[in-house]
Structure formats: structure tokens, C-alpha cells
């Protein structure tokens, strides 16, 4: 047993080391990684830490304090399994060194729980400041409020750092365990189309739920919506919590100090790994002999018309826009996640603009309430903000080419026009739907 786990920390360490960016020890790269620091992981820290932080206090006066920490984590959750399936997906089945490591004198089983751990510490690595956020939200609005030393128990401090660290663990288990059962099921498919819209079933189940949801609360406002879910009214968080029931335990050791709802959520995290280990032993291999054996789709002859002379910038644009949809994590990633969250927003406002409060702002705007104004400015620097520090196409337009990035520098187009097709990209995706 000793050996087997030595071989699945070798395993790690070697996808560590394959994966691993190197910083040149330049001032600029220096000053490009604390510009990126304080520009976005710090930005994104306080914006959770203040989301929790009020949450929580709305959730104190409505009487059910632990209700804000319950939301949370089950909405992280959900973000973890949704994007987490289509990693966990790639790493253990789509990876262009799985026919040598397969060869290797390793249990299926094993290679898989090396696979899955490596995939597990790189996909949470961002998540786990979120997650720390939200529960240092939690306790500033605990103190602010006189229960400072009831909350910073040494239960709920310890299942606070627990959860920081696993709860992403029971939800990428869900997504492995969903990988493997659809290559050994579906053994028939031969596209691997199927499998690659998984993560997009996914989603839209997650927010045909939430929407769902929204018809038992009344008039579409923050308030009722709040009320909804101190009273445990909301469908949405109801089957979250039948989902992702360690979550909740996580919720209930932190908010409630209990020792037993701490032990239960340690326990629950073994078990999910148990199973996973020994669901690969008798799955996994016969997974990757599916996959191997997936059809390829015809491919159509090149033709005198699809050699077409175009400018260099135009050329450099529809490679950015090619690797973008053609590479599933990019496009759900990138690409889905740019469209899907302002189109949201729209269909909320949309659902509450006979709403009362939405009517009675509307009116105090164009009245020239200077609060009004202020709101609308701050929204204005919101969306802003989002949408340069945290655009998700135009962060990772040189992170994209990979093991390619050589070809930036060694291709006949200047550094200045790659940079513009680059930004176009970006602009062009999400820009229109953001004008919504």
C-alpha cells in the first residue's frame, strides 16, 4: 500500500513538473506578477469577502445566520463540479499522454488517482482564496454584530480552513465519477462530441433549476429572494443541498461550532475518495479503451476555395477565434462563461421590470435623485471593472498558445498585431452581449 501511494505522489510531482511555467528572473515579469496580484486575485478576494460579508449580515436580521454561508458554499460547489467535469474529462481520458502512461507498471486505478489529484490541486489552486474570503466575510460580520466569540470557536476556525481546502473535493469527485460511468456506458458513441457537451448539460440544468426557483418567491427582488432563503423556501438551494449534502454539514460546523457536523463532512470527503478508487479499479481502464476506440469523423478534401489571401491582422483573428471554440476548455471557459453570465442579468431584470422597487429607482433616476445617480455610477464602474480585470479572453490570450507560445515570436507578424487581434477578439465576444 506504501509503494502504491509513493507511485501516486510520483505521479503528481511529474505532472507538476510538466505543467510548470518557470518565471525569468526579469524586473518586468517581476512587476507583471504583482501587477496582476493586486490588479486581479486581490480584487476578486475583497469582492467575494464583501459579497459574504453583507449576505451575512442580511441573513442575521432575517434570523438565520448560517443561511448566508449555506448559499455560498453550495453556489461554489456548483461552480466547482461545472467546471471542474470538463478538466477532469480531458485529464483522464482526452490527454495526449495517456497511451504512454498506460503502458506503464501502474494499476489503472492509481494512475487514475494521480491523474485526478494533480487535476484537483491546479483547477481549486484560485479557489481557495474565494473560499477563504468567504468565510473571513462570515466572521466580520459575526464580530460586527457582538458574536465574534461564539463564531471564532476553535470548531468552526478548524472547519473553516477544512472547508477552504476540501470543499471543492466531493464535486470534482462527482465530475470523475460522471466522466468515467459516460466513456464505459456509452461505448457505443463514436464522437467524442458527447462527451466534450457534458459540461454544457450541465449548466443549463444548474440555471433551468435556479430560474425555476424563482416563481415561488413572489415579485423578483433581492428581499423576497433573501427571505426565501432564510425561511429554506428555495428550491434551488433545497436540492443543492440534497446534492452536495457535505456542503451543508461544512455550513453547519462553521456556523454552528458543531464537532459532529465537522467529523461528518472529514468523513464524507474519505468516503467520496474510496469510492472513487475503487469505482477506476474496475472502470477506469475499460473507459480508456472506449475512448481510444472513437470514431473520427470524415474529413472533406481541401478545395481551391479554402485558400483564401488575407491580411495578416485577419489572419492572426480567426487563429485566436479558432482556438477558442475549437478547444472545449477555452470555449466553456472563455468563450460560454462571457455570454452566459450578462445574459443572465438580462433575463433577471427582464423577469422583475413590472417589479415595484426596479419602477420606483427608474422614476428617482429620471427625477435627477442623486442617489440614483450614484448607484447607476458605481454599476457603470462595476461592469467595467469585470469586464477588463477579469475578462477570461483577454487574460489568457498568451497563456492560450501553450506549448505553441515559441510561434508568437517566430511567426511574420509583429508583436503590436498579434497584441491588437488579440484584444479584438476579446472585444468582439464579449462586447455585444455586454451592451445588453
Not at 468565510?135 to 458574536?147: E, L
Not at 477570461?392 to 507578424?413: D, M, N, Q, W
Request: net charge positive.
Amino acid at each position: 500500500m506504501k509503494s502504491r501511494l509513493s507511485q501516486i505522489g510520483s505521479l503528481i510531482l511529474i505532472f507538476r513538473k510538466n505543467t510548470q511555467t518557470y518565471l525569468p528572473q526579469k524586473p518586468i515579469y517581476k512587476f507583471l506578477l504583482v501587477l496582476v496580484t493586486l490588479g486581479l486575485l486581490i480584487p476578486a478576494v475583497v469582492v467575494v469577502w464583501f459579497f459574504s460579508y453583507v449576505l451575512t449580515q442580511a441573513m442575521m436580521e432575517a434570523g438565520n445566520p448560517g443561511g448566508g454561508v449555506l448559499f455560498e458554499v453550495l453556489i461554489l460547489s456548483v461552480f466547482s463540479m461545472v467546471f471542474g467535469t470538463w478538466v477532469i474529462f480531458a485529464l483522464l481520458f482526452f490527454s495526449s499522454d495517456r497511451e504512454h502512461l498506460i503502458t506503464l507498471p501502474m494499476r489503472g486505478e492509481d494512475l487514475m488517482m494521480g491523474k485526478f489529484i494533480f487535476s484537483y490541486l491546479a483547477e481549486t489552486t484560485m479557489e481557495f482564496y474565494v473560499i477563504g474570503a468567504v468565510f473571513g466575510g462570515y466572521y466580520m460580520a459575526c464580530i460586527k454584530y457582538g458574536q465574534g466569540m461564539a463564531c471564532l470557536n476553535p470548531v468552526s476556525v478548524l472547519g473553516a480552513i477544512l472547508g477552504t481546502l476540501f470543499l471543492p473535493l466531493i464535486p470534482m469527485i462527482y465530475s470523475a465519477l460522471f466522466s468515467i460511468l459516460m466513456t464505459v456506458m456509452l461505448k457505443s458513441v463514436k464522437s467524442q462530441a458527447v462527451f466534450t457537451s457534458s459540461t454544457n448539460v450541465l449548466t443549463a440544468l444548474f440555471i433551468g433549476l435556479f430560474l425555476f426557483s424563482l416563481k415561488d418567491i413572489g415579485e423578483i427582488n433581492m428581499e423576497n429572494y433573501l427571505y426565501a432563503l432564510s425561511e429554506g423556501r428555495d428550491i434551488f438551494l433545497h436540492t443543492l443541498s440534497t446534492i452536495f449534502f457535505p456542503s451543508v454539514w461544512l455550513s453547519k460546523a462553521v456556523s454552528e461550532g458543531s464537532a459532529a457536523y465537522l467529523l461528518a463532512f472529514v468523513a464524507a470527503n474519505l468516503v467520496a475518495m474510496a469510492v472513487l478508487y475503487y469505482f477506476g479499479k474496475y472502470f477506469y481502464v475499460r473507459g480508456l479503451q472506449n475512448i481510444a476506440a472513437l470514431g473520427s469523423d470524415k474529413q472533406k478534401g481541401a478545395k481551391d476555395s479554402d485558400y483564401k489571401v488575407s491580411s495578416r491582422f485577419m489572419s492572426s483573428f480567426k487563429r485566436e477565434i479558432k482556438t477558442l471554440l475549437r478547444t472545449k476548455a477555452f470555449a466553456n471557459n472563455c468563450v460560454y462563461v462571457n455570454l452566459v453570465i450578462p445574459l443572465c442579468v438580462v433575463l433577471l431584470f427582464s423577469l422583475s421590470k413590472e417589479g415595484s422597487n426596479l419602477l420606483q429607482f427608474v422614476d428617482f433616476y429620471r427625477q435627477g435623485n442623486e442617489r440614483a445617480h450614484v448607484i447607476i455610477m458605481i454599476v457603470v464602474i462595476a461592469i467595467a471593472f469585470i469586464t477588463t480585470a477579469l475578462n477570461s479572453i483577454a487574460s489568457t490570450s498568451f497563456t492560450r498558445e501553450g506549448s505553441h507560445l515559441s510561434l508568437v515570436k517566430y511567426i511574420p507578424v509583429s508583436y503590436t498585431l498579434q497584441l491588437m487581434s488579440k484584444a479584438a477578439v476579446s472585444i468582439c465576444i464579449t462586447y455585444p452581449v455586454l451592451v445588453l
